[in-house]
């Protein structure tokens, strides 16, 4: 159900690879949640040193001087594209003076690997993790440039001048006795948001994609809540076309997942501030972007489409007034709700796996699906890991917004969105909800029925209890008897109408909601048949005169676990096909499910009087 040309196109026009090379790289995924794969600790500490030093060297006609950044098993792949940009990476490597400090990154390695360089970091410059290789960036120059050559001529310049190298990996080296200040250790700087400058440099065609694209320059800065990056951007005839550079510095799938804190634009300039999703990253992304004077007619280089905010490969699509990072304006959409029953045991994070597995498939049939998760309680702990010494403040808070959880094939959406436990918050995300999406899921801040008990106006328009299928009890255990009296004869009979009552009493209990349920949703095992015997048919009719009907079956296949290799097997209809799952039971389910939902819908809309007319869906194949 997912397209790979539509994977391929997002990740290759910001990374600058080969359709063919990413493809094959893609091919090898089990799961398309992250098309750029982020970089380790240590890796990120390197590719952050590299790219602070690209991005302050002049003249460069494609952004940090990177024609291309290919991700690997083992590190990354850059393809600089002039000799100029090459020998300002030397500028970071280690040599010590006779009498002066050390000069350059001290732990900084190169080492020539065939025909190109290969730049790591000493065991001892890094927190190293048995799970993780030694970091490695290699380096590759013009076509035909010799690269021993430049490393050989800036070695016997250093040395020339009465230094020593400390750069070659073969050479023993000890760690520095004491820690250097963090003012003259670069390192110590960038490691408190090198995942940042990582994700930056892993996607250098962002910005030569944008309108009007002239140059970058990057630059680090030190402030009361860590290191911040700051990039200066020229833009030369039309607008700034800031939103399409929020929206993909937002996305999570093929961005870099940041979120929005303030955006600022005039007729000549323009500033957007961007904070991390993650707490282990302490810095702020500020994009300053200055107009400059119009360039001759012809040279200003147009926009490229970028296939992970829906531009077209040929022209870019138009922005409506008004909306930047968010969904485009559809019809009104109906909201579902998932509780937990009371003796469930699921739990919300449960809930919100299988309603992003339903969403998935709907996504694959050509809806636009949301997906609305409240914060729940926090003990507080692990807020803010790795706070350097000279960090006195807080990272500013960013508000929550409408985020991508895959590709969908268009003219399919998935989306999501986390919002703090307050009425005003739940009511907004719900307010745009209904207009930005065909369909909605909406988990509460509590996962049980009964305390899930809404306090704000915002309703959902179906409440449904999702519960493990088991087969219904047949029979009542004498006194003294402990065994499983499921499918056994040892025991008082019950009847289907019986059973239903005794199945209601166990898991909802005697209490009534403030809110009453439309219905029920079963998930089953991967193994267990998805068709209920006779038995378990005339109980589900008695649920259904008594106000709990079950509404559909779903197969349950764990957890989703997040980030790169994180899970050996795909969550979603919109991931590639492995075992044990079977997508074709996932979509068949989601689709019985969906036309139930609007049958009951329609049913509930009749009910109540409703002048409304729930129109049928459009786009959708049954």
């Known amino acids: 159900m997912y397209c790979m040309d539509q994977l391929g196109n997002a990740a290759c026009q910001l990374t600058g690879e080969s359709l063919e090379g990413v493809r094959r790289r893609l091919g090898g995924l089990d799961r398309f949640d992250q098309l750029v794969p982020s970089a380790s600790g240590e890796q990120a500490l390197l590719e952050a040193a590299l790219v602070s030093a690209l991005g302050t060297v002049d003249g460069q006609t494609r952004p940090f001087g990177v024609r291309e950044a290919k991700p690997v098993e083992e590190g990354l792949v850059l393809r600089l594209e002039r000799p100029a940009d090459v020998q300002s990476l030397f500028g970071l490597l280690p040599y010590r003076t006779k009498k002066s400090p050390w000069r350059g990154v001290r732990g900084l390695t190169v080492q020539m690997d065939g025909a190109r360089l290969r730049f790591g970091l000493r065991p001892w410059a890094f927190e190293a993790s048995w799970r993780s290789p030694a970091p490695a960036v290699w380096v590759s120059g013009p076509h035909g440039e010799d690269l021993s050559a430049l490393l050989a001529a800036h070695t016997d310049q250093v040395t020339a ?118 707490s282990f990253c302490r810095g702020v992304l500020t994009i300053r972007s200055s107009r400059v004077p119009a360039a001759p007619a012809g040279s200003i280089p147009v926009p490229r489409p970028l ?11 138009p922005r409506p007034a008004g909306h930047g990072t968010e969904p485009d304006v559809l019809k009104r959409s109906r909201v579902v709700q998932f509780l937990d029953a009371p003796s469930g045991g699921l739990g919300r994070d449960h809930l919100a796996r299988v309603a992003e597995r339903i969403a998935a498939a709907w996504a694959a049939r050509g809806l636009a699906v949301g997906l609305l998760l409240v914060e729940g309680s926090s003990m507080g702990l692990f807020r803010d890991p790795g706070r350097p010494e000279w960090a006195t403040a807080a990272m500013p808070k960013a508000v929550s917004t409408w985020t991508r959880l895959r590709l969908a094939p268009p003219p399919g959406q998935l989306w999501s969105m986390t919002v703090p436990n307050t009425s005003d918050a739940i009511g907004a995300a719900l307010q745009h909800a209904h207009g930005g999406f065909d369909q909605v899921f909406f988990i509460g801040a509590y996962d049980g029925w009964m305390q899930e008990v809404t306090s704000s106006k915002w309703a959902a328009d179906l409440r449904i209890l999702v519960h493990h299928a088991r087969p219904f009890q047949r029979h009542i255990p004498f006194p003294g008897k402990t065994t499983n009296t499921t499918h056994t004869n040892d025991g008082v009979p019950l009847t289907p109408a019986e059973s239903a009552v005794l199945w209601r009493s166990e898991h909802l209990g005697r209490s009534v909601c403030t809110h009453p349920l439309n219905g029920l949703l079963l998930l089953t095992e991967s193994d267990e048949a998805a068709t209920p015997d006779e038995f378990d048919l005339a109980v589900e009719e008695q649920l259904a005169r008594y106000g709990t009907p079950v509404l559909g079956r779903f197969p349950d296949h764990g957890l989703i676990m997040r980030g790169h290799g994180s899970s050996d097997h795909p969550p979603t209809v919109l991931d590639p096909q492995a075992k044990p799952l079977d997508h074709a039971r996932m979509a068949a389910a989601a689709d019985a499910l969906h036309r139930r939902l609007w049958s009951e819908l329609t049913s509930t809309a009749a009910r109540q009087s409703s002048p409304t007319v729930i129109p049928d869906v459009p786009r959708f194949s049954s």
């Open 307 to 317: 296939t992970a905010v829906g531009d077209d490969r040929h022209v870019s699509r």
């Open 161 to 278: 001048s009465g230094h020593v190298v400390q750069w070659d990996p073969l050479r023993e080296e000890r760690g520095p006795g004491r820690r250097e200040p963090v003012e003259r250790s670069l390192l110590r700087r960038l490691i408190v948001s090198c995942s940042m400058g990582s994700a930056l440099l892993r996607r250098p065609r962002l910005w030569d994609s944008l309108t009007g694209y002239v140059g970058v320059r990057l630059s680090t800065e030190m402030a009361d809540h860590g290191l911040d990056w700051l990039i200066e951007r020229q833009v030369a005839g039309g607008g700034f076309d800031e939103e399409r550079l929020i929206e993909v510095l937002e996305d999570r799938i093929a961005g870099c997942g940041l979120r929005l804190l303030d955006h600022a634009c005039g007729p000549e300039n323009c500033t957007v501030r961007m904070a991390p999703r993650w």
